[in-house]
């Protein structure tokens, strides 16, 4: 499939992290319950985001 202007899917973007560090306007560090915190658990996360022309975050 085609991805362009007559196609309705979002496009897929890759930003460098130094990139994204330099972008960075607010950090959110996460809350992590105590029982998790315990476990010290580790694993990849992946963020799926749709962002507007504007910059801004849609839903």
């Avoid at 499939?1 to 309705?8: C, F, L, P, Q, T």
């Avoid at 560090?21 to 998790?36: D, S, T």
């Avoid at 996360?45 to 849609?58: C, T």
């Amino acid at each position: 499939m085609r991805i362009g202007a007559e196609s309705n899917q979002p496009k897929t973007l890759s930003v460098s992290p130094s990139v994204m560090q330099r972008n960075l306007i607010n950090k959110a560090e996460p809350v992590y319950p105590p029982k998790a915190k315990k476990a010290q658990g580790q694993g990849t996360i992946k963020i799926k985001a749709v962002m507007g022309k504007d910059g801004a975050l849609s839903k």
